[in-house]
């Protein structure tokens, strides 16, 4: 059973940062391909950014430049650092196994104006 749990979020003014973890177990991590997903309050859930197993990365346009994802295949982690947050960013966080459709609970991330 694969598990996603993510981690990190919070509240930050903007122009601040955060960093977003989101740990799996019950997968061989090195061999998957994850994502970042987030849904703001009335929105569809949108994507963010994926990495591939291979370390390919793409970024949604409208974090690019600001966000960084990556992966620590040591860890069965992956990560999402957020830079020059802005009030639009304001959503839940969730990572994804993108294989297998597999979700973690998401992680509340709030910027304030």
């Known amino acids: 059973q694969v598990q996603l749990v993510e981690s990190g979020g919070g509240l930050v003014q903007a122009g601040g940062s955060l960093r977003l973890s989101c740990a799996a177990s019950?997968?061989?991590?090195?061999?998957?391909?994850m994502a970042w997903y987030r849904q703001a309050p009335g929105k569809q859930r949108e994507w963010v950014a994926g990495?591939?197993?291979?370390?390919?990365?793409n970024y949604a346009d409208s974090v690019k430049g600001r966000f960084t994802i990556s992966r620590d295949n040591a860890k069965n982690t992956v990560y999402l650092q957020m830079n020059s947050l802005k009030p639009e960013d304001t959503a839940v966080y969730y990572c994804?196994?993108?294989?297998?459709?597999?979700w973690g609970q998401g992680t509340q991330v709030t910027v304030s104006s």
């Open positions: 994804r196994e993108t294989a297998r459709d597999y």
């Open positions: 019950g997968t061989i991590f090195g061999l998957i391909a």
């Open positions: 990495i591939t197993r291979g370390g390919s990365i």
